[in-house]
């Protein structure tokens, strides 16, 4: 004997693949794709509150990115966090481990991260 499903069930059952179908098609429009980006490097020794001349022995290389790249990833790190660098209520500052995102204005956004260059670490790439 044939099943009959209700309505409610039949709608529910069209919301649920059409939902479905909307899902597939955005991720479909997405593709891993390397950017543009905005960035300077500074290559320093010793440590940012104190750089020196790099060594032989010590060398490690502080990123400052801006921009749009720099906004993508203020948007993707979260809430914010306690700003330790201003009292200024309109800056904003987003934190994972030793990657810093600080938004200025929303169009003035900056991320800071860094390397040590002897064994590939992550560093932080700025102090207040």
């Known amino acids: 004997m ?6 409610v069930k039949k709608s529910c059952l069209a919301a649920a693949l059409l939902g479905a179908a909307c899902a597939a098609a955005l991720a479909a429009d997405w593709a891993f794709a390397f950017k543009p980006v905005a960035a300077q490097m500074a290559i320093y020794s010793g440590g940012l509150g104190d750089p020196a001349a790099p060594t032989a022995q010590d060398a490690k290389v502080s990123f400052h990115m801006q921009g749009k790249a720099a906004r993508d990833l203020f948007d993707r790190l979260g809430p914010d966090v306690k700003n330790e660098c201003t009292t200024d209520p309109k800056v904003r500052v987003r934190m994972k481990e030793r990657l810093q995102c600080i938004q200025y204005s929303n169009s003035d956004t900056s991320c800071y991260f860094g390397f040590d260059l002897k064994d590939g670490k992550s560093i932080g790439g700025s102090i207040c």
Do not use: H
């Open 2 to 7: 044939p099943v009959k499903m209700s309505l």
